[in-house]
C-alpha cells in the first residue's frame, strides 16, 4: 500500500498551492484520507480529511484557506491551499486510515513520504 503526494513547492504569502496524493495497493473507499503537515523543529500536525460522502474536517489554521476534496473512485485526495501564510512552510504527509468521525486526527494507518511547501513572505 503507497500514498504518493505531490505538487508540493515554493509561493509567495497570499498565494495558492494545489496538493494531491494518490493511493495505490487497496482501495480507501471506507477511510478518510487526510493531510498533516510538520514545520521545522515542530510536532507534526492534523491539517484536513474527507471522508467518502463528502464529510470534511478541518484544522482551525485551515478553515477558510484550504480545501479537502476526494475522487474516491481514483484513490486520490487533493488539498488545495490559498492565501498561505508564511506558517504554512512544512512537510505536507498525506494519509488515510479507518478513521471516526468523531476523532477525525487519530488511526491514520497508512502515511506518504511527504511533500514541502515553502511559503516566502
Known amino acids: 500500500v503507497q500514498l504518493q503526494a505531490s505538487g508540493g513547492g515554493l509561493a509567495q504569502a497570499g498565494g495558492s498551492l494545489r496538493l494531491s496524493c494518490a493511493g495505490s495497493g487497496r482501495t480507501f473507499n471506507s477511510y478518510a484520507m487526510g493531510w498533516f503537515r510538520q514545520a521545522p523543529g515542530k510536532e507534526r500536525e492534523f491539517v484536513a480529511a474527507?471522508?467518502?460522502?463528502?464529510?470534511?474536517y478541518y484544522a482551525d489554521s485551515a478553515k477558510g484557506r484550504f480545501t479537502i476534496s476526494r475522487d474516491v473512485a481514483n484513490n486520490t485526495v487533493a488539498l488545495q491551499m490559498n492565501n498561505l501564510k508564511p506558517e504554512d512552510t512544512a512537510v505536507y504527509y498525506c494519509?488515510?486510515?479507518?478513521?471516526?468521525?468523531?476523532?477525525?486526527?487519530?488511526?491514520?494507518?497508512?502515511w506518504g513520504q511527504g511533500t514541502l511547501v515553502t511559503v516566502s513572505s
Open positions: 474527507g471522508w467518502n460522502g463528502g464529510f470534511t
Open positions: 494519509a488515510a486510515g479507518p478513521v471516526a468521525s468523531i476523532k477525525p486526527t487519530q488511526g491514520y494507518a497508512y
